[in-house]
């Protein structure tokens, strides 16, 4: 069974731009969550969506924001881009969330020149 | 409010010698505990996890962890180490049924020596 896959892995944009960030889930999980990791803050939850719907959210501004589409894929968009969105940004899959387990990507990693 | 401390920002080791990671949190209610692993340029994988139950669990890769609730503390620990075992660690807890509810600690970096 293939795993989580984010596209793409690397990214570098200027600050004021706008990024999309895509995750293809593991087959047959509904449940996809992202995170921001960053040395600073270390490892905060964004968002979950489950059935394309947002199911609940993390403590980040409106810039962040992210969808679901009716095969589980998700995308997440952060618009007006600052220096302190440089992160790894992970997707994790779950079946139905709660305690089951998550399955996280490897991660695309945004710099924010 | 929850918090998750890991005293050990890095934790260098020989290879075949055991190894601790220390793991304490704080919280008003009950919490769920969960250890996870990063290897480089990979994203996280769950180790082992205390729902409820025995407080020994056991993981993958011949990780093991003892809730202690008295002394809030989730320690993992491997009586031998290979030179794979080289990663971060994190330590989560969750007070609740949802992933928002998940407090990741700062991580802890082991450096496995041959």
Partial sequence: KAGVTQTPRYLIKTRGQ?????CSPISGHRSVSWYQQTPGQGLQFLFEYFSETQRNKGNFPGRFSGRQFSNSRS?????????G????????????????????G???????L | AQS???????????????????CNYSSSVSVYLFWYVQYPNQGLQLLLKYL??????KGINGFEAEFNK??????????SVHISDT???????CAGTSYDKVIFGPGTSLSVIP
């Fill in chain 1, 75 to 83: 995308e997440m968009n952060v618009s007006t881009l600052e220096l």
């Fill in chain 2, 87 to 93: 990663a971060e660690y994190f330590c989560a807890v």
């Fill in chain 2, 52 to 57: 409820s139950g025995s407080t020994l669990v």
């Fill in chain 1, 106 to 112: 490897p991660g695309t990693r945004l710099t924010v």
């Fill in chain 2, 70 to 79: 008295s002394q809030t503390s989730f320690h993992l620990r491997k009586p």
């Fill in chain 2, 4 to 22: 998750v401390t890991q005293l050990d920002s890095q934790v260098p080791v020989f290879e075949e010698a055991p190894v601790e990671l220390r």
């Fill in chain 1, 18 to 22: 706008q990024v999309t960030l895509s």
């Fill in chain 1, 85 to 104: 969105d440089s992160a790894l940004y992970l997707c994790a899959s779950s079946l139905s969330g709660g305690y089951n387990e998550q399955f996280f």
